[in-house]
């Protein structure tokens, strides 16, 4: 069975086991490794891209379900020269440690930040439950989300 969708903006044609988890296929067959292969079971969020649109955990979804879908991995948002600006955000706030849950909340900020750009503290702490992080307090993350709605600015995506 060959599946064909598009990943952060390129159309890809698959044609392995369709039982295959998204997060394999990114990770092993098209190198991304952005998402973190961490919890396996959809509970941590490490691995969430967005799949047309919507923020998902990508150990969930069997690549056989994505045909004509509209892939977003963490390396199809912002570039080396232009950062998303929750990854700059994230930055100027020193929210990053070990960096496992990081490109998770980054794809789940940058979906939530374009339908509520100006966010309360506990929309920010809601948008983040499906997201743990272990090393960092949520304060940091959350002053960083914050630091954005007071300074809005264009959520563009990365183009190939």
């Known amino acids: ?9 390129r159309a890809r044609t698959y044609a392995g086991d369709p039982r295959s988890s998204l997060l394999e296929v990114l990770r092993e067959t098209y190198r991304l490794t952005g998402a973190k292969d961490v919890c396996g079971e959809g509970f941590c969020g490490a691995c969430m891209v967005q799949i047309d ?3 998902t955990t990508a150990c969930l979804v069997p690549v056989g379900t994505l045909e004509g879908a509209d892939v977003r991995s963490i390396e199809g948002v912002g ?4 950062l998303n600006p929750v ?3 994230s930055i ?5 440690q ?9 794809m789940t900020l940058t979906h939530f930040l374009q339908d509520n750009p100006q966010p309360t503290r506990e929309d920010v702490k ?4 499906g997201n743990i992080c272990r090393c960092t307090g949520y304060e940091r993350i959350i002053d960083a989300v914050m630091s954005l709605s007071l300074a ?3 959520l563009t995506e990365a183009q190939p």
Not at 2 to 8: E, G, I, K, R, Y
Not at 92 to 96: K, R, S
Not at 98 to 106: A, L, Q, T
Not at 126 to 129: C, P, Q, R, W
Request: overall charge negative.
């Open 126 to 129: 809601s948008a983040l439950t």
């Open 1 to 9: 069975m060959t599946v064909s969708f598009t990943l952060n903006g």
């Open 92 to 96: 100027d706030f020193d929210v990053v």
């Open 53 to 55: 649109g919507m923020p």
């Open 87 to 89: 990854q700059q955000a």
């Open 79 to 82: 570039t080396e020269e232009q």
């Open 98 to 106: 070990c960096g496992m849950c990081f490109p998770g909340m980054v």
């Open 152 to 154: 809005p600015k264009p």
